[in-house]
């Protein structure tokens, strides 16, 4: 059963810690996103990689956050140092390009709670 | 999304049909799509549309494709309790790329 993972599934930290966020693709997949959900804001998309490449990092805020994929079976996405403003659920999806509709597969996500 | 558009909520009643409406902006978008969040989840797609079709079922699913209008909808038929999820309209803009733009999601909630 092929299926996006992501850990932790909760984090709870303090202002100014560092988080670190890990995803592991679906085997043969070659495209991963990140994207953030709040209340506020809905699914916004962070970055995307394909082939391990970063295609788009628009959405994320440079300062503090970098998004890397460190081998085709992983993908991170670390905020340094966090602040309150980056509580959200955070979620990974990984896909295939070129594939006929493109579908992205989810993970179920990490919850980030920073105090 | 600012691209794509729903209404953030709809609550139906248990039997009936629900129908969730999305508008965007690009006319050459290539495949729309409707994807379902179920409380705790990720998201996970439900069903989609090739450009060059106005309509199609799958079971109590009927997606609309309106281009001249750029409006999408969802219709699900005889809608129940599991039915309640956050639904997201998608498009694919660029045939060359991988991303897909999403709405903000319509929270559906189905009333006894």
């Known amino acids: 059963d092929a299926r996006v993972t992501q850990t932790p599934r909760h984090k709870v930290t303090e202002m100014g810690q560092e988080v670190t966020m890990r995803c592991q693709p679906i085997?043969?997949?070659?495209?991963v996103f990140w994207y953030r959900q709040t209340m506020m804001q809905g699914l916004e998309l962070l970055a995307y990689?394909?082939?391990?490449?970063?295609?788009?990092d628009s959405g994320m805020p440079k300062d503090r956050f970098s998004a890397e994929m460190p081998d085709a079976t992983l993908a991170t996405l670390k905020i340094q140092p966090s602040e309150p403003r980056d509580s959200a659920v955070y979620f990974c999806?990984?896909?295939?390009?070129?594939?006929?509709?493109?579908?992205?597969?989810f993970g179920p996500g990490t919850r980030l709670t920073v105090l | 999304g600012e691209d794509v558009e729903q209404s953030l909520f709809l609550s139906v009643r248990e039997g009936d049909s629900s129908v969730i409406n999305c508008t965007y902006t690009?006319?050459?978008?290539?495949?729309l799509y409707w994807y379902k969040q179920e409380p705790g989840a990720g998201l996970q797609l439900l069903t989609y549309?090739?450009?060059?079709?106005d309509m199609k079922q799958d079971q109590r699913l009927t997606v609309l494709l309106n281009k001249k209008d750029k409006h999408l909808s969802l219709r699900i038929a005889d809608t129940q309790t599991g039915d309640s999820a956050i639904y997201f309209c998608?498009?694919?803009?660029?045939?060359?790329?991988?991303?897909?733009?999403f709405g903000s999601g319509t929270r559906l909630s189905i009333r006894p």
């Open positions: 999806a990984s896909g295939l390009a070129g594939a006929n509709y493109n579908e992205q597969f």
């Open positions: 085997l043969g997949h070659n495209t």
């Open positions: 990689f394909r082939n391990r490449a970063p295609l788009d």
């Open positions: 690009d006319s050459s978008s290539t495949y």
């Open positions: 549309i090739f450009s060059n079709m």
């Open positions: 998608a498009e694919k803009k660029d045939s060359s790329a991988s991303k897909i733009i």
